[in-house]
């Protein structure tokens, strides 16, 4: 089954505010991750988080962890028409042996000039 | 190579015929992941291999699938008597360890007609 789910599914804001996605998993984890998809291709990586923090910032991008309710946030500030893409949440299980990396469904966020 | 090498970057083949997705990781990555994602879908698991342990091969979707890894560098994903519903866009990842930063390549887009 699916480790991360997120949501909204999809979310459309105008520029210059902020957008908000979230992600739930169920297992214990080591690190999560969030990325960034364009046109269906090749995933970016934005950012990791480890599994004893709970925040973390780059750039415009603001993440937070909340192991206790097994969930995070992806925070992007002041969006910009480029942000338009999908994110994923990606997850690497504690289990030894168990640790591949696991995506959500992602969300998809366009961002309107 | 700098990033993440995956070719043919397309690929149409009759249905029944077999085919090979090849993936070039980043020198020196132990960690290798395929996945697979359907049209405005998320990352279905398939692979994954570090370094010399048994591969974990949970998430393939049945035996027409087989992936190898040689040399720990190389791999390539083999897909027996494609179906139709084997179309999609077929990914694949490095990162230097487990529970680090995953690099994708730009994926091949299998079409079976």
């Known amino acids: 089954s699916q480790q991360g789910e997120e949501d909204p599914q999809a979310l459309s804001i105008q520029e210059g505010e902020n957008a908000t996605m979230n992600c739930s998993y169920k297992?214990?984890?080591?690190?999560l991750q969030w990325y960034r998809q364009n046109s269906g291709r090749g995933l970016v990586h934005l950012i990791l988080?480890?599994?004893?923090?709970r925040e973390k910032h780059s750039g415009r991008l603001r993440v937070t962890l909340d192991t206790s309710k097994k969930s995070s946030s992806l925070l992007i500030t002041a969006s910009r028409a480029a942000d338009t893409a999908s994110y994923f949440c990606?997850?690497?299980?504690?289990?030894?042996?168990?640790?591949?990396?696991?995506f959500g469904t992602g969300t998809r966020l366009t961002i309107i000039p | 190579g700098a990033g993440v090498s995956q070719s043919p970057s397309n690929k149409v083949t009759e249905k029944g015929k077999d085919v090979e997705l090849r993936c070039d990781p980043i020198?020196?990555?132990?960690?290798l992941y395929w996945y697979r994602q359907s049209l405005g879908q998320g990352l279905e698991f398939l692979i994954y291999?570090?370094?010399?342990?048994?591969?974990?091969k949970s998430g393939l979707p049945s035996d027409r699938f087989s992936a190898e890894r040689t040399g720990g560098s190389v791999s390539t994903l083999t897909i027996q008597r494609t179906q139709q519903e084997d179309s999609a866009v077929y990914l694949c990842?490095?990162?230097?360890?487990?529970?680090?930063?995953?690099?994708f390549g730009q994926g091949t887009r299998l079409t079976v007609v």
């Open positions: 990842a490095s990162s230097k360890t487990v529970n680090t930063e995953a690099f």
């Open positions: 297992t214990s984890i080591n690190n």
């Open positions: 988080i480890r599994s004893n923090e």
């Open positions: 990606a997850t690497d299980a504690r289990n030894f042996g168990n640790e591949k990396l696991t």
């Open positions: 020198s020196g990555h132990t960690a």
């Open positions: 291999f570090q370094g010399n342990s048994a591969p974990d």
